[in-house]
């Protein structure tokens, strides 16, 4: 057909000179110079413009702990049950209810049980994470808990001393305050 073969020097709305098939002009395909469809599909391209920040950094990292088993933590995180609020699925979401990361801080899920939701999560320092994870015990003497490592600060005495003892039954309220090979009690205040 020799209609498909023949073009038209058009100008379209914007200004921009193109060169079109006839073919295109009658059945509609050609509607402009190509900034049509640029109006049209780039914003919904266009994301938050954050994507190279820390906040991005953490969400992405959780959202791939939850959800590829291929990711190393899965095991810990998506296998365990662990997961991500509807409203974080989406990095905005996430950015809405944690807002900017403060310096020196972490995500931290205060019940390690549950899942990552706005309740359930802090931006916490990176000594607050480690007390707060599963393997950490925390010990309970008179009322007040610590961990081992908070208790052994108190104390002066060895993490490795107050955990040996634990292990041997030692009640805890002797096992973080008897001074080693001195036998008398230290003075921690509860």
């Known amino acids: 057909d020799a209609r498909c073969y023949v073009r038209w020097k058009c100008l379209c709305d914007c200004g921009n000179i193109k060169f079109v098939a006839s073919a295109s002009l009658q059945n509609g395909e050609s509607q402009s110079c190509g900034c049509l469809r640029k109006e049209t599909h780039v914003p919904a391209l266009k994301t938050h413009g954050l994507s190279r920040t820390v906040e991005y950094a953490t969400w992405k990292n959780m959202i791939s702990r939850c959800n590829d088993p291929k990711n190393r933590a899965y095991v810990n995180y998506g296998e365990r049950g662990i997961k991500v609020c509807d409203s974080w699925q989406s990095f905005e979401g996430f950015l809405s209810d944690m807002g900017k990361r403060p310096d020196g801080m972490t995500l931290e899920r205060n019940d390690n049980n549950a899942n990552y939701t706005k309740e359930n999560c802090r931006w916490a320092t990176r000594q607050e994470q480690n007390s707060n994870t599963r393997r950490t015990v925390h010990v309970t003497a008179n009322g007040v ?42 003075p921690i205040t509860f």
Request: glycine content about 10%; charged content about 20%.
């Open 145 to 186: 808990t610590h961990t081992i490592a908070e208790w052994a600060s108190l104390s002066g005495i060895r993490c490795e001393t107050i955990a040996y003892r634990l292990g041997k039954g030692v009640p805890a309220e002797i096992a973080v305050t008897l001074a080693p090979k001195l036998g008398r009690k230290l």
